[in-house]
């Protein structure tokens, strides 16, 4: 039998961090606005949100804070769609509540859902052309993410502050 006494059990130090794993893209031929914070799910997303209250606050910019989820497609039932939308826009919020404080320091952000296919992971690499149309869409014109941009050319072109360590290590399949 195996005894446990208070104060003789040493735990390890936590590991710091090597450094800040976001990735800044800009994209090409566009005016300054706001700054897109791609949220995917990793354990540097809270950088990432760092990063970009940060970089928003010292530019004097806004925020849009957006989830990625992944996802097989739209649905012809308008209900289930409906339905989908919802459930996908709570999750966002669910996320976005944990990392609203490091959001928050340049002011109020606005929020979005970007949707990819079922076939990317969201924790090695983004699709560049989604990220682009989205930037555009809500008037960014910086694009920070803790994953690499797939392909980063004519869509969004990388930054010279990009981060070494990548989001996740890849998972085991079984």
Known sequence: MNTL?????????????STVAARTYTLPGRPAGRVLAVLTGARADQDVARHAGQLAARTGQKI??????????FSIN?????????????????VLATHSDALTAAGHYESAVVVLSA??????RLPAR???????R????????????HPPG???TPSTATATRTADPPVPRR
Do not use: C, E, K, W
Request: glycine letters at 4%; aromatic letters at 2%; a positive charge.
């Open 138 to 149: 809500t008037g960014a014109a910086t694009v920070i993410t803790s994953v690499p941009v």
């Open 130 to 136: 989604t990220l682009a149309r989205l930037a555009a």
């Open 154 to 156: 004519p869509h969004l």
């Open 64 to 73: 849009t804070a957006a989830v990625a989820f992944r996802s097989t497609g």
């Open 5 to 17: 006494t208070p104060g003789r059990h040493v735990h390890a130090p936590p590991a710091a961090p």
């Open 78 to 94: 308008a209900l289930l769609h409906l339905a989908r939308q919802r459930r996908l826009h709570r999750q966002a919020d669910a």
């Open 119 to 124: 076939r990317t992971n969201p924790y090695h």
